[in-house]
């Protein structure tokens, strides 16, 4: 089984900064897609950013050019760094992984508990 850890959630002011990182564990083969996700009260849950196995990142036009997502291959971990912070930004926020166990069946896509991001002036 894949598990996803993730962490640096909290409460922030308008225009600050958070991390958020999520570690893969278990009987991992490869990781490809890594990708985070949020959802807000009310609302369906919705892609913020992915990113390949060879670095290749998308964002959603909602946090171009304030967050930034990367990953450590060697740590199986995918980090979210988020600038300048809008309330509209709160929400739970959930890591996502597909790849592929060292055991059958190979392929998995697993997720994160969600970590709370909470943006207040």
């Known amino acids: 089984q894949v598990q996803l850890v993730e962490s640096g959630g909290g409460l922030v002011q308008i225009g600050g900064s958070l991390r958020l990182s999520c570690a893969a564990l278990?009987?991992?083969?490869?990781?490809?897609?890594m990708a985070w996700y949020r959802q807000a009260p009310g609302n369906q849950r919705e892609l913020v950013a992915t990113?390949?196995?060879?670095?290749?990142?998308n964002y959603a036009d909602s946090v171009k050019g304030r967050f930034t997502i990367s990953r450590d291959n060697a740590k199986n971990t995918v980090y979210l760094q988020m600038n300048s912070l809008k309330p509209e930004d709160t929400a739970v926020y959930y890591c996502?992984?597909?790849?592929?166990?060292?055991?059958?069946?190979?392929?998995?896509?697993?997720w994160g508990q969600g970590t709370q991001v909470t943006v207040s002036s």
């Open positions: 278990g009987s991992i083969l490869t990781i490809d897609t």
């Open positions: 996502n992984a597909d790849g592929e166990r060292t055991v059958l069946p190979r392929p998995f896509s697993a």
């Open positions: 990113i390949s196995s060879n670095g290749y990142t």
